[in-house]
């Protein structure tokens, strides 16, 4: 219980329609009858400078600690309405309650009757929240550790080292410059996109080297990686056998990638012969070469023909090979190709490909010079590489269509990007000492890069094909882990200046998260949270639902098998409250009784009056907004709906389904993120677990006897919305079709 008196105050806005829509001094005494709101207040326009002023001077009078805003969504003049020293509650009257309704006199009974049970709602919530206040644990480290030397790397480092933050920059080499200090030069980057462009990577070097920000490791990794945000601490190992140990903010993971290898394609002849070389040993050649002739590896002898073999094991599903492509090989190609054309005088240049493919700024003009300088452009898929003094390569012309073969000096074979990531903690089995109670071992194949001292395991989780979990959507630049982020070629395959935009996103992500830290604040996307788990210990049946489920290794457990929460780990999406099967986990702000106590204060008609109840719970980072965009579209949907917006479809309790069933409501929707591989869920894994829980809801239903059309949930994104309120009409159609709730009084 919070040691404060609750002082409630609602505060109602008629203007945007919403007074000429609603009956407000109805709803006045609906807050102060039902709501228990000790101050109700109207003003025309709640978010201007004089509404906002208005609620700040009740609250600094000490009249106010909990307000009601009975106005605009809850995604709406967010910092008009931010108050530090109250909690804060919200009754969607505009686009949940007067946007989705027709203007006509039939529909204002009803519309008023949504408006006074969102007032009640939102008194309902406040009476259950309190204040949160930060938990005494963060920590302002202004240090951040950045994990790989490459380019990405060093760009994450200086960006940071130039807004005032010091970097501890791990490389595992002896000299920082990745995979870019190998290249011979690089694709240009401004207009006109006609040649390829020195790399600059000494300069870029140099600037790291002389940072006062920066400091370097070279010769070292990670050993151990223990804390939080705002308070890790970093093992340093060298190879030379010392360590040191660092406190940092946040971390960056700019570990890049490795060149698939070509030995996997057999037919390539990679092995077999010196002059079958992958695009990036031609690097080195030209390197070599400096602005002369290119020579073959074998004899010495100046090429003067090459054939591009593009695409090499990727996109195919055969064992061994890639099931993406690496999308820049073919812009590697046309400048590799440009190296011949202007360093070996004659040279026969042939780019042999199935389906070109230039992205970027640099494109469309630098493909066109590449027609400039005459190298040929073959579409056709290549069998097989014979080596040979004279190589020859076999192929399918697809323009042709029939097989043909082509002799060449030299044979560049196109192989694509594969992430440098540690080892997936969630794709390896575990071993648990089932006699010792202790945490779960895993049992890794892969050489670790953070070597995390969590729980759940010692590396960042994956997405797909091995790179790391940082949904482009979702969660950019972040993974599964707070405070840690992903930058380069190792969250996706990317050129060089994307790694660079990469790395300045990463490095402001991570800056972000140590100041949040700092200030107990939660990472996106509830930015500025300052609630995180309680639990009561008493309640606890160590079930240990809330460690497994939580997708971001927040939680841990004592020596008894308590879970112990991570405020600066946590992202307060709720899936532990969720996923508690006795009800012991809470927020300051977001609780079981603070959903439950709005689903028990809706008016419940009874079965004569033929309105049926139908309640929503969805996700606020999708289905909300989606039925927000559909309210300002003018896309109406059923009065008998009433929303509540939860934070995750994964804090989603059970509980919530029984009340409300329960307390009359004709039918159920649930509204969450898109699951599975391709998940659009912000917190990764809260719709599909939602799911699981739901899919024992039927079970319930058929021992109440109670259809089980009254309990669905659906995947909606946030584009959905036309879809999302036809789902609502359609549940009232149900509703219609299957009569009222046997359970209303």
């Known amino acids: 219980?919070?040691?404060?008196?609750?002082?409630?105050?609602?505060?109602?806005?008629?203007?945007?329609?919403?007074?000429?829509?609603?009956?407000?001094?109805?709803?006045?005494?609906?807050?102060?009858?039902?709501?228990?709101?000790?101050?109700?207040?109207?003003?025309?326009?709640?978010?201007?400078?004089?509404?906002?002023?208005?609620?700040?001077?009740?609250?600094?009078?000490?009249?106010?600690?909990?307000?009601?805003?009975?106005?605009?969504?809850?995604?709406?003049?967010?910092?008009?309405?931010?108050?530090?020293?109250?909690?804060?509650?919200?009754?969607?009257?505009?686009?949940?309650?007067?946007?989705?309704?027709?203007?006509?006199?039939?529909?204002?009974?009803?519309?008023?009757?949504?408006?006074?049970?969102?007032?009640?709602?939102?008194?309902?919530?406040?009476?259950?929240?309190?204040?949160?206040?930060?938990?005494?644990?963060?920590?302002?480290?202004?240090?951040?550790?950045?994990?790989?030397?490459?380019?990405?790397?060093?760009?994450?480092?200086?960006?940071?080292?130039?807004?005032?933050?010091?970097?501890?920059?791990?490389?595992?080499?002896?000299?920082?410059?990745?995979?870019?200090?190998?290249?011979?030069?690089?694709?240009p980057h401004r207009?006109?996109?006609?040649?390829?462009?020195?790399?600059?990577?000494?300069?870029?070097?140099?600037?790291?080297?002389?940072?006062?920000?920066?400091?370097?490791?070279?010769?070292?990794?990670?050993?151990?990686?223990?804390?939080?945000?705002?308070?890790?601490?970093?093992?340093?190992?060298?190879?030379?056998?010392?360590?040191?140990?660092?406190?940092?903010?946040?971390?960056?993971?700019?570990?890049?990638?490795?060149?698939?290898d070509p030995n996997n394609v057999p037919a390539m002849n990679h092995a077999k012969s010196a002059d079958i070389v992958t695009n990036m040993e031609l690097e080195a050649l030209a390197k070599a070469a400096g602005d002369g002739p290119i020579k073959r590896p074998s004899d010495g002898r100046e090429v003067s023909s090459v054939i591009f073999v593009q695409n090499v094991g990727q996109a195919s599903e055969a064992k061994g090979h890639l099931p993406y492509h690496s999308g820049i090989g073919d812009l590697i190609a046309i400048k590799q190709a440009l190296y011949f054309k202007t360093q070996n005088r004659g040279c026969e240049t042939t780019i042999l490909f199935n389906h070109l493919r230039t992205p970027g700024a640099a494109g469309e003009d630098f493909y066109c010079s590449g027609q400039n300088y005459e190298v040929t452009f073959r579409k056709g898929i290549a069998s097989e590489v014979f080596p040979g003094s004279s190589l020859e390569v076999q192929f399918r012309d697809m323009i042709l269509d029939e097989d043909t073969s082509q002799t060449a000096d030299l044979v560049v074979l196109d192989v694509g990007m594969v992430p440098n990531s540690g080892p997936d903690p969630y794709a390896l089995p575990?071993?648990?000492?089932?006699?010792?109670?202790?945490?779960?071992?895993?049992?890794?194949?892969?050489?670790?890069?953070?070597?995390?001292?969590?729980?759940?395991?010692?590396?960042?989780?994956?997405?797909?094909?091995?790179?790391?979990?940082?949904?482009?959507?979702?969660?950019?630049?972040?993974?599964?882990?707070?405070?840690?982020?992903?930058?380069?070629?190792?969250?996706?395959p990317m050129d060089i200046h994307q790694a660079m935009e990469d790395a300045t996103g990463a490095a402001m992500k991570a800056i972000q998260a140590l100041e949040n830290a700092g200030k107990g604040r939660s990472a996106h996307p509830r930015s500025g949270d300052l609630s995180y788990p309680l639990f009561r210990k008493e309640g606890c049946t160590r079930c240990k639902r809330c460690t497994v489920e939580c997708p971001f290794a927040a939680i841990d457990e004592d020596e008894k098998g308590y879970p112990q929460f991570n405020e600066s780990r946590c992202r307060r999406c709720g899936i532990c409250m969720g996923a508690c099967p006795v009800r012991v986990i809470s927020f300051d702000n977001y609780s079981v009784d603070s959903i439950g106590q709005q689903i028990k204060n809706v008016d419940m008609p009874d079965e004569f009056d033929e309105k049926p109840r139908i309640l929503v719970l969805a996700c606020e980072n999708d289905a909300y907004p989606a039925l927000d965009m559909a309210a300002q579209n003018g896309i109406e949907y059923s009065p008998f709906a009433r929303v509540i917006p939860v934070r995750c479809l994964g804090s989603v309790n059970t509980v919530w389904i029984t009340d409300a069933l329960n307390?009359?409501?004709?039918?159920?929707?649930?509204?969450?993120?898109?699951?599975?591989?391709?998940?659009?869920?912000?917190?990764?894994?809260?719709?599909?677990?939602?799911?699981?829980?739901?899919?024992?809801?039927?079970?319930?239903?058929?021992?109440?006897?109670?259809?089980?059309?009254?309990?669905?949930?659906?995947?909606?994104?946030?584009?959905?919305?036309?879809?999302?309120?036809?789902?609502?009409?359609?549940?009232?159609?149900?509703?219609?079709?299957?009569?009222?709730?046997?359970?209303?009084?």
């Open 1 to 187: 219980m919070p040691d404060y008196d609750k002082k409630l105050g609602a505060y109602l806005c008629s203007g945007c329609g919403i007074g000429d829509r609603l009956n407000v001094s109805q709803m006045e005494t609906t807050a102060k009858r039902d709501g228990k709101a000790a101050i109700v207040k109207t003003h025309e326009f709640l978010c201007s400078k004089a509404g906002v002023e208005m609620i700040r001077k009740d609250i600094d009078a000490g009249d106010v600690n909990h307000v009601i805003i009975g106005a605009c969504s809850h995604r709406s003049k967010v910092e008009a309405f931010r108050f530090d020293r109250a909690a804060i509650s919200r009754a969607n009257l505009r686009e949940g309650c007067i946007w989705i309704r027709p203007y006509t006199d039939e529909a204002q009974q009803t519309t008023q009757e949504m408006g006074d049970d969102l007032i009640r709602m939102a008194c309902a919530e406040s009476r259950y929240i309190n204040i949160p206040e930060p938990s005494g644990e963060q920590e302002l480290n202004k240090t951040l550790l950045v994990v790989g030397g490459g380019m990405t790397g060093m760009t994450t480092a200086l960006e940071s080292a130039k807004a005032g933050y010091r970097v501890e920059l791990v490389e595992k080499a002896a000299a920082l410059g990745g995979w870019m200090a190998q290249l011979h030069k690089c694709i």
């Open 430 to 492: 575990l071993v648990a000492d089932k006699e010792k109670g202790a945490a779960p071992v895993f049992e890794v194949t892969l050489d670790s890069i953070l070597n995390l001292e969590y729980r759940q395991g010692t590396d960042l989780p994956h997405l797909k094909h091995g790179f790391t979990d940082s949904h482009f959507i979702c969660f950019p630049y972040e993974t599964r882990r707070s405070g840690i982020y992903a930058a380069g070629p190792v969250r996706r």
């Open 191 to 260: 207009m006109p996109y006609a040649n390829p462009v020195a790399t600059n990577i000494d300069a870029t070097i140099a600037a790291v080297n002389a940072h006062a920000n920066i400091t370097l490791h070279l010769s070292a990794s990670v050993a151990k990686t223990e804390g939080a945000p705002g308070r890790f601490k970093i093992e340093i190992a060298t190879e030379y056998g010392t360590s040191t140990t660092v406190e940092v903010g946040a971390i960056v993971q700019a570990s890049g990638y490795n060149m698939f």
């Open 663 to 745: 307390s009359g409501y004709d039918g159920i929707i649930l509204m969450g993120c898109s699951k599975g591989d391709d998940y659009q869920c912000h917190f990764v894994k809260g719709s599909e677990m939602a799911y699981q829980r739901m899919s024992q809801i039927a079970d319930t239903l058929q021992i109440l006897s109670l259809d089980a059309e009254r309990v669905v949930t659906y995947e909606v994104a946030i584009t959905d919305i036309h879809r999302a309120p036809r789902l609502i009409n359609a549940m009232a159609e149900t509703i219609e079709k299957i009569g009222m709730s046997p359970f209303k009084f």
